[in-house]
DNA sequence: TACGTGTGGTAG
DNA sequence: ATCGCTACCACACGTA
């Protein structure tokens, strides 16, 4: 497999390589890289190491997790030592608070798998204060000698074979009893005989799905099979492990010079459940194939290649999707595989920090990460290579999985750079890209970050003439755009248009930190959510909050404020939606409630919350999905220390079922009044007694609030009490369009129509106007192919003698130039009166800046220390630049002139002279990479891009070869060179 | 002006 | 059958 790709990828390869392995630049075929190749076999080594080599072994890039310089290049060194700090804090509660506790879970590794009751949290206290240890992870080396869980997937049974599997109340029962009971009794698998077991295995094989949502197991079931509760968090996983394990010093500071790889999988789920799947035979490359896990109103969590040429995409319903294939083919749909999609994944992370290239690995999500290269002057190295290690790793260390990698210097263009990559490939943004229709034309205006659905309609439906972002660009003004889609978002649009990232964006680089620190907490489900009773939401209220709180505890925090939203059945919609269990078009409303206090009392919250559910006056029969949000979260530690001056003043009087362990702070800076209860103003319902509650004035105050603001009521029968503004408001909403007006997904009546995903005109001409990568590199491939036959006078470059003989001749002609040459004035002249004498000057018009008119050797009066001059510029980093500005500008129509060209290899030469191969090389492999960029933005061959690989050709690699064949007949690869 | 609430929108 | 989550930003509008 491994084979198979590589091969395609040498296929469609890029000119890069294709043009230097044709030429034989890298004769040792050893897999290494072909610039690493020619660095060793060429002259000034230790040079070559500063400039290119430098990226993979440089040693300041080794301290990337610690300042200690950690080495984390061991896979599982970043576990282990999380499990190091674990083990240490709780054996610091352990000190602190379990001393008078029995000892009885010594010696016994625990870990916890899926929702528990008790919850995690309180297991997890419960096994260390009773000196036993908790693993967080599985893993084969945490030796977990049991496993407690509520119940398991037939799956985990199967995974969990081996272990000792028991209900967490073989816990419980153990610390009351003070002793350590038989686990056989509390054994989930009940395997006291063989039989049994299998027993059980048999019946739960088709285990059913819990679909009811009063049943306590609901929410639990639900997220193990739910993509985006596991991609959400997921993504908060990963987040928290780089805020665990990155150095800070690696950070980069406004101002330096960055590039960023932006590195996702090509439809991940898809491949991973293709490659995981054992019971459905299918190839990627072939067939078509989707993640879902239904037939007819099953999202499509991911689809192949091949199922996108059919025009679907992810999110479509599978029905849609079927109806998409031509005639005979059948959707291939493969279930999930989430348990190894996070075991990729995790491979893909540490395979990126493995590399060791990078200042900084940021996780975007589970299947995409941002990586950032600070530049330097000493790391000179190459973008494209870096992609192709890149996507050689994953591949090799996930086993077949590809990556794609957009690279730029700043995190729009990478963006936009992998789209252009996509799928199995890399692009890198150049220079001359980031301001040419070549680059801007690629792209429609939903490619832009930050631009869904609704704000791509509103773009389409304000500047219609703009198909793409080129002319997007030049059409829609900072105003305009700032009108149209607010403040922020236009001028964000506006600098993104402009391959510039917003402070926004930017603070994803220079602050992960506070970008990365988890603000709130929520749980939202808006599927199979079916109530007749207001008890059945009561109770599930209760456990939304036992969920959230099992986390909030994990993170040692509380929460201040509580959002209750709910999700009501639009009024025309039908009870039950084409999807099945689904919310349909619904109505959203919300409520947010400050607690007196930050807390992580059940107790509290969920009478808060049902209180709130109250005051929304929504039926239970209507409601279709519940969300409940813990934000402004505190530091319980903080929280404790700040809280202390305050205590004298406290006056506690909770009542028993809410008690509060620690002490009250006031609700902001009014005076507490803990004994009054909220009236609670849900028509007469049942009010919460003794519940420490906020202020009296704040109270009044909110009740007239709500009533004012009752817009977000879902009832219609306080309609007298509304402002006029309102009123008109309201009529506004429903006489204009509701739909414009109150666009979200959820009040979208295109949630329920299937033909949501239909690509609209534009897009399908599009898709089939732009050719798949893979036709435009087999393109590029055999111009290669064509123009080295053309070209390559024949067997020439397998001659040595020839080579030899021909480099000897130029080798003579040039140093004849040089000397010429070394009169600058004298060249100048005459390049600048060649030019004006004759009016064909090569091609060049006004709007061509001549670039290259002069330049050559200046040899200064020390022989030790002379430099070579290129457009009178000395140094490498503004040499290159302007080489890359002549090619740019002269890549389309207009090709460089010959004689521009004759100067540019006599400059060559004479780097060549002096040792300055790298230079050369560098220049070799950027002609190269511009050309393929070139190819794959453009599907026409213009004048200068051709001619441009002639000279990459026929020029610098055959100079290149020279060398090379020099090295191969031992020839001395220092040339003194006396002037 | 500064802040609070409710809502819309987006990304993976 | 089917698993339509969730963190976070920005804005409009209201209040102190």
């Keep these: 497999m491994a084979d198979d790709i590589s091969k395609s990828s040498n296929q469609r390869s890029p000119l890069t390589t294709n043009y230097l392995r044709s030429e034989k630049i890298n004769v040792n075929d050893n897999n290494e890289e072909p610039f690493y190749n020619a660095s060793n076999r060429f002259t000034n080594q230790s040079y070559f190491n500063k400039n290119l080599d430098i990226v993979y072994e440089n040693p300041n890039l080794n301290i990337q997790n610690g300042t200690e310089k950690k080495d984390y290049s061991s896979r599982r060194t970043y576990f282990e030592d999380k499990a190091a700090k674990q083990a240490l804090s709780d054996s610091v509660r352990r000190e602190a608070y379990g001393k008078d506790k029995p000892q009885i879970f010594n010696n016994l590794i625990i870990y916890v798998n899926g929702y528990t009751n008790p919850d995690r949290s309180t297991l997890h206290d419960m096994v260390v204060l009773h000196g036993g240890h908790f693993s967080h992870y599985l893993t084969a080396k945490s030796k977990v000698t049991h496993i407690v869980a509520e119940n398991l997937s037939l799956k985990k049974r199967i995974e969990f074979a081996s272990y000792k599997v028991v209900l967490p109340k073989w816990l419980v029962s153990s610390v009351q009893a003070g ?166 994944s995790s491979i893909f992370y540490k395979t990126l920090q493995n590399l060791n290239m990078f200042n900084m690995i940021l996780p975007i999500s589970i299947d995409e990460a941002v990586c950032i290269l600070i530049r330097t002057s000493l790391n000179n190295h190459n973008d494209e290579l870096i992609c192709e290690r890149i996507r050689e790793a994953v591949f090799r260390d996930t086993e077949g999985c590809t990556v794609s990698v957009g690279c730029a210097d700043t995190l729009i263009l990478a963006r936009l750079s992998l789209k252009l990559a996509k799928p199995n490939g890399y692009f890198t943004c150049m220079k001359y890209m980031k301001d040419s229709p070549l680059f801007w034309e690629n792209f429609k205006n939903d490619d832009l970050p930050g631009i869904g659905r609704q704000l791509v309609s509103k773009l389409n439906t304000y500047y219609p003439r703009c198909n793409n972002l080129w002319q997007l660009r030049n059409d829609a003004s900072i105003e305009s755009l700032k009108a149209l889609l607010g403040n922020k978002l236009g001028s964000k649009v506006y600098n993104q248009l402009r391959g510039k990232d917003d402070d926004e964006a930017a603070k994803l680089i220079h602050d992960p930190i506070s970008t990365f620190e988890r603000k709130s907490l929520s749980i939202d489900i808006n599927w199979g959510i079916r109530f007749s009773k207001i008890e059945q939401v009561d109770t599930y209220l209760e456990r939304c909050v036992e969920y959230l709180i099992a986390k909030l505890k994990e993170m040692k925090k509380n929460t201040s404020q509580v959002t209750l939203k709910v999700m009501k059945r639009a009024k025309d919609a039908p009870i039950e939606p084409a999807k099945y269990l689904g919310m349909g078009q619904c109505d959203s409303f919300s409520r947010t409630n400050r607690l007196g206090i930050p807390s992580s009392l059940q107790g509290l919250i969920t009478t808060e919350l049902r209180n709130m559910f109250r005051s929304l006056s929504c039926p239970p029969a209507e409601v279709r999905g519940i969300a409940v949000h813990f934000t402004k979260l505190v530091d319980v530690a903080k929280y404790r220390q700040k809280r202390l001056p305050f205590q004298k003043n406290i006056i506690l009087n909770i009542n028993e079922t809410n008690k509060i362990n620690s002490p009250v702070t006031p609700f902001k800076d009014v005076v507490p009044d803990i004994n009054v209860t909220t009236p609670n103003r849900d028509n007469g319902g049942n009010l919460q007694t003794g519940i420490p509650k906020r202020p009296v004035k704040r109270v009044l105050f909110r009740e007239e609030h709500n009533n004012i603001s009752h817009k977000s009521s879902p009832d219609e029968y306080h309609s007298d009490l509304e402002s006029p503004r ?50 435009k590199e087999d393109i590029a491939y055999d111009t290669t192919q064509n123009s080295g036959e053309e070209y390559g006078n024949g067997g020439s470059f397998n001659n040595n003698v020839a080579n030899v003989n021909i480099e000897k001749n130029i080798y003579e002609h040039n140093n004849k130039r040089l000397l010429g040459l070394s009169n600058g004035d004298s060249i100048r002249d005459k390049i600048e009166s060649d030019e004006l004498s004759s009016q064909d000057t090569g091609g060049l018009t006004e709007n061509d800046p001549k670039i290259f008119t002069y330049g050559g050797l200046v040899n200064h009066d020390d022989e030790s220390n002379f430099k070579i001059m290129f457009q009178g510029i000395s140094g490498t980093e503004e040499i290159m630049d302007s080489y890359e500005n002549w090619i740019y500008s002269t890549l389309h129509d207009i090709p460089p002139s010959d004689r521009d060209l004759i100067i540019l290899e006599d400059f060559i030469w004479s780097l060549l002279r002096t040792g300055s191969i790298h230079t050369v090389i560098r220049m070799t492999q950027r002609l190269s990479s511009i050309l393929r960029n070139f190819s794959l933005i453009n599907k026409k061959n213009y004048n200068g891009n051709q001619k441009w690989e002639v000279v990459l050709i026929r020029k610098l690699i055959h100079i290149l070869n020279m060398h090379s064949n020099w090295d191969d007949e031992k020839l001395p690869t220092d040339f003194p060179i006396k002037y």
Aim: positive net charge.
């Design 179 to 344: 002793k350590l009971l038989p686990w056989q009794e509390f054994s989930l698998l009940r395997t006291n005989t063989i039989g049994q077991t299998t027993l059980d295995i048999n019946r739960l094989k088709k285990q059913p799905q819990i679909t009811n949502c009063n049943d306590p197991d609901f929410i639990q079931n639900f997220f193990a099979n739910s993509r985006l509760h596991h991609l959400s968090t997921w993504k908060m996983e990963l987040r928290q492990q780089f805020l665990d394990s990155f150095n800070p010093v690696m950070i980069p500071k406004t101002g330096e010079q960055l590039t960023i790889f932006h590195v996702d999988f090509d439809c991940f789920f898809a491949t991973v459940a293709a490659l995981s799947s054992t019971t459905i035979k299918c190839d990627l490359n072939k067939e078509p194939i989707v993640v879902c896990h239904g037939s007819k109103s099953s999202d499509i969590a991911s689809c192949n290649y091949i199922a996108r040429q059919y025009g679907i995409k992810n999110g479509m319903w599978v029905s849609q999707a079927q109806k998409l294939c031509p005639k005979g083919v059948k959707l291939v749909c493969l279930p999930y595989e989430f348990d190894k999609i996070k075991e990729k």
């Design 726 to 775: 309102k009123k008109m408001q309201k009529m506004l909403d429903r006489t204009e369009s509701s739909v414009s007006k109150r666009p979200s997904i959820v009040n979208s009546p295109l949630r329920e129509i299937d033909t949501r995903y239909s690509p609209s005109k534009e897009e399908s001409s599009f898709l089939s106007d732009f050719p798949t990568r893979t036709a």
